[in-house]
C-alpha cells in the first residue's frame, strides 16, 4: 500500500516544535538557553500590554537560529530566516518585527546614549558583527517604518530576557497569543 503525501503540520505544532528545537541550545555564551531567552522575551512583551503580533515577534525573534528554520536559509543571518519563517506562518508584520531586531539593536545605540551599557558583553560583540551603530541612512529608513517603534521594544525585551530561572508563561500560553496575531 502507498500512503500519499503527507498532511501539513499546522501552525501551532510548527512553532511549538520549532521553539521546542532550541531547548538546552547555548545562545551564543548567556546565562540561558535559546528557549528560556524566547519564553522571557514573550513574557515581557505580553506583561507590558504588547498585541498579539508582537508578543509572536518577541517570542520568535531568534526562530532563524533553531535547526529546522535555519537549514532552510543556511547563508542568512538568523534574523533574516526567522523573518522568511515568521511571514509564511503569521504574515508580513510579524515577519517583519523578528527581520527588525538587529537592526532596532544597531538604531538604539545610535540613538539612546545610555543603551549600549545596557547590552551584555555577548550583546556587544555581536553588534559589531553586526555592522556596528546604524548608519544615519539607514536609521532614518529604519524609523520612517511604522513597526520601527514595536520592533525596538523586541529589542529592549531581547536584551532584558538572559536572566537564568526568571519566571515565564508557559510556551502554550505565549503560543496562544502569538497564533492570535
Known amino acids: 500500500?502507498?500512503?500519499?503525501?503527507?498532511?501539513?503540520?499546522?501552525?501551532?505544532?510548527?512553532?511549538?516544535?520549532d521553539l521546542c528545537a532550541v531547548a538546552d541550545l547555548p545562545y551564543?555564551?548567556?546565562?540561558?538557553?535559546?528557549l528560556a531567552h524566547a519564553l522571557q522575551c514573550g513574557t515581557l512583551a505580553v506583561r507590558a500590554g504588547a498585541r498579539p503580533a508582537v508578543v509572536?515577534?518577541?517570542?520568535?525573534?531568534?526562530?532563524g537560529r533553531s535547526p529546522g528554520v535555519s537549514a532552510q536559509l543556511p547563508d542568512a543571518p538568523h534574523e533574516r530566516?526567522?523573518?522568511?519563517?515568521?511571514?509564511?506562518?503569521?504574515?508580513?508584520?510579524?515577519g517583519w518585527l523578528v527581520g527588525a531586531h538587529v537592526l532596532a539593536?544597531?538604531?538604539?545605540?545610535?540613538?539612546?546614549p545610555g543603551y549600549a551599557a545596557l547590552l551584555s558583553p555577548v550583546s556587544v560583540r555581536s553588534l559589531e558583527q553586526q555592522g556596528g551603530?546604524?548608519?544615519?541612512?539607514?536609521?532614518?529608513?529604519?524609523?520612517?517604518h511604522p513597526l520601527a517603534r514595536e520592533?525596538?521594544?523586541?529589542?529592549?525585551?531581547?536584551?532584558?530576557?538572559?536572566?537564568?530561572?526568571?519566571?515565564t508563561m508557559a510556551l502554550d500560553e505565549l503560543l496562544d497569543v502569538a497564533i492570535a496575531a
Open 105 to 112: 539593536k544597531r538604531a538604539l545605540v545610535t540613538l539612546d
Open 81 to 94: 530566516a526567522g523573518a522568511a519563517y515568521c511571514t509564511r506562518l503569521l504574515g508580513h508584520e510579524v
Open 56 to 63: 509572536a515577534a518577541a517570542l520568535l525573534h531568534d526562530i
Open 133 to 144: 551603530p546604524a548608519a544615519s541612512a539607514e536609521l532614518d529608513r529604519f524609523l520612517r
Open 28 to 34: 551564543d555564551g548567556e546565562a540561558v538557553d535559546q
Open 151 to 167: 520592533a525596538m521594544d523586541v529589542r529592549r525585551w531581547d536584551d532584558e530576557a538572559k536572566v537564568p530561572g526568571a519566571p
Open 1 to 17: 500500500m502507498t500512503q500519499g503525501p503527507t498532511a501539513p503540520v499546522p501552525t501551532r505544532e510548527r512553532l511549538r516544535a
